[in-house]
């Protein structure tokens, strides 16, 4: 069950964030901490990458905003963070961000059945996805990919 406090610290974060060019991620208030520890994710609305510097900057913002609120009687840890890298790709920048990498593809065949496959990430240009499979590429049609993720190596 979240704390009765919740829903006014996201909507209080959310302002906050909105009016620094962030968005929020996610929020959660960790009551059994001693003291109680206030961990708030952004993200950049633009899409850029959140530095530490960002994450201090808000630090200071969103904690003055809290003490002004009074929502927080008693004391607490604030934590700002990013959300940090999800295991999807989605955006031209993750693709080239993570050629090379070990990859799992989830897609359809011609006969419109779901496979999965793995490989080493190439390459994804406008009309196919390519990876290598033990030094094979293997091209899969754009159109025809339904997923796209990291995997560990070997796994």
């Known amino acids: 069950m979240p704390h ?3 829903p006014d610290l996201e909507t209080l974060a959310t302002k906050v964030a909105a009016s620094k060019g962030f968005a929020l991620c996610g929020i959660q208030l960790l009551t059994h901490m001693s003291p ?7 993200r950049h609305s633009s899409g850029a990458d959140v530095s530490l510097d960002d ?3 808000f630090s200071g913002v969103l904690g003055d905003a809290l003490e002004a609120s009074t929502l927080l009687t008693d004391a607490y840890v604030l934590e700002i963070s990013s959300p940090g ?3 999807q ?4 920048r993750d693709f080239e961000t993570f050629r090379g990498f070990p990859v799992e593809v989830h897609h359809r065949d011609k006969d419109d059945s779901e496979q999965r496959l793995e490989g080493l990430l190439l390459e994804r240009d406008a009309d196919t996805l390519q990876i290598n499979i033990r030094g094979r590429i293997k091209r899969i049609a754009r159109d025809c990919v339904i997923g796209v993720r990291l ?3 070997g796994s």
Do not use: F
Request: some cysteine.
């Open 4 to 6: 009765p406090l919740l």
């Open 36 to 42: 109680m520890t206030l961990e708030v994710q952004i």
């Open 55 to 57: 994450c201090a900057g």
């Open 85 to 87: 890298i999800g295991d």
């Open 89 to 92: 790709l989605s955006s031209d």
């Open 151 to 153: 995997t560990s190596p």
